[in-house]
């Protein structure tokens, strides 16, 4: 995982908001200049996602701490499986360990998430992909788990690509105006996607010229229905209500992507400890 700029700066906010002025209980109980030997280590099965990340939260406390990975993101971890060794002073590893293994853990649970959901449609051709819904001012890290876990992204944020929702329709005049609008104003290198939520609808996209096409809140035989009337003119995505009992039905429908927020908006924390070994 590349550590941009931006990213150093959100780990130093992170740092901020959570040792403030300063550590106090370990000020008040570890001597400085100890040295002190740890590990991160896995406490349930899942994929690991943020392992850079969560060496640089450190790093960025002292630079004189060594962070050595056992894994890679993207590794499967299963309970008390070694995921880093850390060595330096104990004081800086005390004040950076909650906010590195709140990363860890956070990216690990939406790698895991998207990975299980993966599964359950390998076997048919659509692809599982993310939404906007997002933590604010974690997109960039939660998008990154996703395609850890073996998911593809939607749009980044509203500035990296057209998808055309009820209410633009409503402004715009409807569904031909808004199409023939976005094909006249956007660059000839993005995608036109709008969103339908019938049948009729569909017809209309496709006849408008839409690229890519979100059946919204669609029943399978609905989206059965719509793959056949679309013949393959546009790319069909399936959106809303998607769970992991309906998931491979959805897949089985022969639509191109699935999207779902849960993968970033309803997954579960993935468990890490780190322990000092003092060895």
């Given at each position: 995982?590349?550590?941009?700029?931006?990213?150093?700066?959100?780990?130093?906010?992170?740092?901020?908001?959570?040792?403030?002025?300063?550590?106090?209980?370990?000020?008040?109980?570890?001597?400085?200049?100890?040295?002190?030997?740890?590990?991160?280590?896995?406490?349930?099965?899942?994929?690991?996602?943020?392992?850079?990340?969560?060496?640089?939260?450190?790093?960025?406390?002292?630079?004189?701490?060594?962070?050595?990975?056992?894994?890679?993101?993207?590794?499967?971890?299963?309970?008390?499986?070694?995921?880093?060794?850390?060595?330096?002073?104990?004081?800086?590893?005390?004040?950076?360990?909650?906010?590195?293994?709140?990363?860890?853990?956070h990216m690990s649970g939406i790698a895991?998430?998207?990975?299980?959901?993966?599964?359950?449609?390998k076997d048919y051709k659509a692809q599982?992909?993310?939404?906007?819904?997002?933590?604010?001012?974690?997109?960039?890290?939660?998008?990154?788990?996703?395609?850890?876990?073996?998911?593809?992204?939607?749009?980044?944020?509203?500035?990296?690509?057209?998808?055309?929702?009820?209410?633009?329709?409503?402004?715009?005049?409807?569904?031909?105006?808004?199409?023939?609008?976005?094909?006249?104003?956007?660059?000839?290198?993005?995608?036109?996607?709008?969103?339908?939520?019938?049948?009729?609808?569909?017809?209309?996209?496709?006849?408008?010229?839409?690229?890519?096409?979100?059946?919204?809140?669609?029943?399978?035989?609905?989206?059965?229905?719509?793959?056949?009337?679309?013949?393959?003119?546009?790319?069909?995505?399936?959106?809303?209500?998607?769970?992991?009992?309906?998931?491979?039905?959805?897949?089985?429908?022969?639509?191109?992507?699935?999207?779902?927020?849960?993968?970033?908006?309803?997954?579960?924390?993935l468990d890490f400890s780190l322990l000092?070994?003092?060895?």
């Open positions: 995982m590349f550590i941009s700029p931006w990213i150093k700066e959100l780990i130093n906010l992170a740092l901020k908001e959570d040792v403030g002025s300063g550590d106090i209980t370990t000020g008040v109980t570890v001597p400085p200049g100890i040295i002190s030997n740890a590990r991160i280590i896995a406490r349930e099965e899942g994929i690991v996602a943020g392992l850079e990340l969560s060496g640089q939260v450190f790093m960025s406390v002292d630079e004189g701490i060594n962070y050595k990975l056992k894994l890679a993101d993207g590794d499967r971890v299963k309970e008390d499986d070694l995921v880093a060794e850390i060595s330096g002073e104990a004081a800086s590893i005390l004040t950076a360990e909650r906010t590195a293994l709140n990363f860890l853990q895991t998430i998207t990975n299980e959901w993966s599964q359950l449609i599982l992909v993310d939404t906007r819904k997002t933590t604010p001012g974690l997109r960039h890290l939660e998008k990154y788990a996703v395609r850890v876990g073996g998911g593809r992204n939607h749009r980044h944020g509203l500035d990296s690509g057209v998808l055309i929702k009820e209410n633009h329709i409503v402004a715009a005049g409807g569904i031909r105006a808004a199409v023939e609008r976005a094909r006249e104003k956007a660059p000839i290198t993005l995608r036109v996607e709008i969103e339908v939520t019938s049948l009729e609808e569909l017809e209309e996209a496709i006849e408008a010229g839409a690229d890519l096409i979100m059946l919204d809140n669609m029943e399978k035989s609905q989206l059965e229905k719509a793959v056949e009337i679309n013949k393959g003119r546009a790319l069909l995505e399936a959106s809303g209500n998607i769970t992991t009992n309906r998931l491979p039905e959805v897949a089985a429908t022969g639509v191109d992507f699935i999207s779902c927020g849960a993968l970033t908006h309803s997954f579960r924390a000092f070994t003092n060895k």
